[in-house]
């Protein structure tokens, strides 16, 4: 079905009417093949999502794995260096080669997929996992009614974990948050965490919070916004968020290119809503003992600089990096930069990473 989609041929429209039916047939065969550049875009996105989702069964319900380079910290880089395999002596000596995508609100698996073969060159172990009614997980929405609900895939994976196995947690946007509840569930079985311009919160905080400047605050939102979906009856509290495409292209894809958005505007899900309006609970002794660093993204319009400066501010990482040029998603705008400080977080020796960040 992908690959139909995908190559969907445009019809001749100027020959073989009739001069009686001229008008009328010329009507009907513009509506059925008059097909825009946009649509198939979008066409052609649904295969390649399609595509990505059938590899993803390979690798035990994840995407698929692949892997890049390095960056510097507070240094931009340019986006067009190549990246290449790391020696096979240093790879052997990394804590761990394992790093976990956790995707943000909306998006799934599949978003990862420039990052993932990027990764995956560079000899690491890189793996993309759908949250709860994400990508192509089946489960209803609507359902989901706390953040243990819709962390629950990557709870589970840390859970299967060998005792002596540990991973690196990427977490984008409100997978940011997720990443925070899985450090406090489980510290031991990560090595650091990397937020890429996310939820960084502190505890007591909503995820939602770090958006109340963009989306105002969350009772206000609650009571007014049109974006609300009422998936169990307009009688019962609201169960997700859902952006019109044009909400989602101004603020999330502003330097992204366009068959990545198409990618997006057909592969994007509703945004379950009481994840992101729950406090979380975060301890010195768990979540405090990992190593974090964030990455800021300079062209972001749903999560602006000073949001992200705040939040660096607010709850200290050991290491800040920055990617000039880059809309709210580095792994479409700015994959290749993404991809090399993720590779030079994955190299800091544990001495250098136990610094006080401060």
Known sequence: MGNGLACMPKKDLRGGIGSRSRRGSNSRSQRKTAVSEEELLHHQALAMAIHQHQLSQRFDGSMSRRIGSTSSR???????????????????????????????????????????????????????????????????????????????????????????????????????????????????????????????????????DVFSEELASADLFLQESQFLVYGNGRDKPPTSIMFDKQQIRALYFNQSPPKDVALATVSMRPIPLAPIMEKLSLTTENYGTVRRYFIQTLDDRILSLDVQERLVRENPPHGVYKIKGSDHCPFFSKPQTLSKILIEIVQIPWENALDDPS
């Open 74 to 208: 507070s240094r931009d880089l340019p986006d067009s260096v190549t990246t290449g395999k790391l020696p096979p002596a240093f790879l052997e000596n990394l804590e761990t080669k394992k790093i976990i995508l956790v995707h943000g609100e909306g998006f799934g698996a599949w978003c990862w997929y420039k990052t993932m073969s990027l990764l995956e060159e560079s000899g690491l172990l890189p793996v993309a996992l759908d949250l709860t009614g994400s990508g192509i997980d089946q489960t209803d929405i609507n359902s989901i009614t706390s953040l243990e609900d819709y962390a629950r895939p990557l709870i589970t994976y840390l859970q299967s974990l060998p005792d002596d196995e540990k991973v690196i947690l990427v977490g984008h946007s409100c997978g940011g948050a997720i990443v925070s509840y899985a450090l406090e569930r489980y510290p031991r079985k990560v090595s650091k965490a990397v937020y890429v311009c996310a939820t960084m919160v502190s505890n007591g905080q909503k995820p939602f």
